[in-house]
T-cell receptor, first 115, second 110 residues
Framework: EAGVAQSPRYKIIEKRQSVAFWCNPI?????LYWYQQILGQGPKLLIQ????????DSQLPKDRFSAERLKGVDSTLKIQPAKLEDSAVYLC?????????????FGNGTRLTVT | DAKTTQPPSMDCAEGRAANLPCNHS???????VYWYRQIHSQGPQYIIH???NNETNEMASLIITEDRKSSTLILPHATLRDTAVYYC???????????FGAGTRLTVKP
């Protein structure tokens, strides 16, 4: 089974620029997540989708971050405009269901550096 | 979800068993105990999870105490490739938005 695919692998931008990340979950997985992982910390949930609907976006900084999952498959996460503190690894994960009995499967992330 | 407490770091000799503890004294009856690990520059990798019973798979064993307030992840024969940060997470049955703590950095030494 193919894993969660993310691109790009690395991205360097200047502050106030925009950036977008793409995620393709495991086929058939209904639930998709975006996490932010700052160096030295555990991943922090930004947003959770169930099919193409948002389940939880309480920790998403909505003034600059947006995410969508059109057609309930691929997803994009956008930052506009970026700040220095947005430098982090952005991880996408998917799960067959939104239930606690189903493990999340993570991609290898996009490492963002904001200069 | 239950708050979990793990030691920040541990060492283990190659070929020996690595026993990683986790305290989750506030866990509720419907919360799973999950273990993930993260190797440098990779995303977190699922290892194992359990509810009440001990569990074993090809990667590890999970021992959950009878009162469910703590658990131990056992890597039976640690290799250098097992060097990683290990996360213990409590997760309710009706959702799986995982909240990661700082984890335990396991270093396997030759």
């Amino acid at each position: 089974e193919a894993g969660v695919a993310q691109s790009p692998r690395y991205k360097i931008i200047e502050k106030r620029q925009s950036v977008a990340f793409w995620c393709n979950p495991i086929s058939g997985h209904a639930t998709l997540y975006w996490y932010q992982q700052i160096l030295g910390q555990g991943p922090k949930l930004l947003i959770q989708f169930q099919n193409n609907g948002v389940v939880d976006d309480s920790q998403l900084p909505k003034d600059r971050f947006s995410a969508e999952r059109l057609k309930g498959v691929d997803s994009t996460l956008k930052i506009q405009p970026a700040k220095l503190e947005d430098s982090a690894v952005y991880l996408c994960a998917s799960s067959p269901t939104g239930q606690g009995s189903s493990p999340l499967h993570f991609g290898n992330g996009t490492r963002l550096t904001v200069t | 979800d239950a708050k979990t407490t793990q030691p920040p770091s541990m060492d283990c000799a190659e070929g020996r068993a690595a026993n990683l503890p986790c305290n989750h004294s506030t866990i509720s009856g419907n919360e799973y105990v999950y273990w993930y690990r993260q190797i440098h520059s990779q995303g977190p990798q699922y290892i194992i999870h359990g509810l009440k019973n001990n569990e074993t798979n090809e990667m590890a064993s999970l021992i959950i105490t009878e009162d469910r307030k703590s658990s131990t992840l056992i890597l039976p024969h640690a290799t250098l490739r097992d060097t990683a940060v290990y996360y213990c997470i409590g997760l309710k049955y009706n959702n799986n938005d995982m909240r990661f703590g700082a984890g335990t950095r396991l270093t396997v030494k030759p």
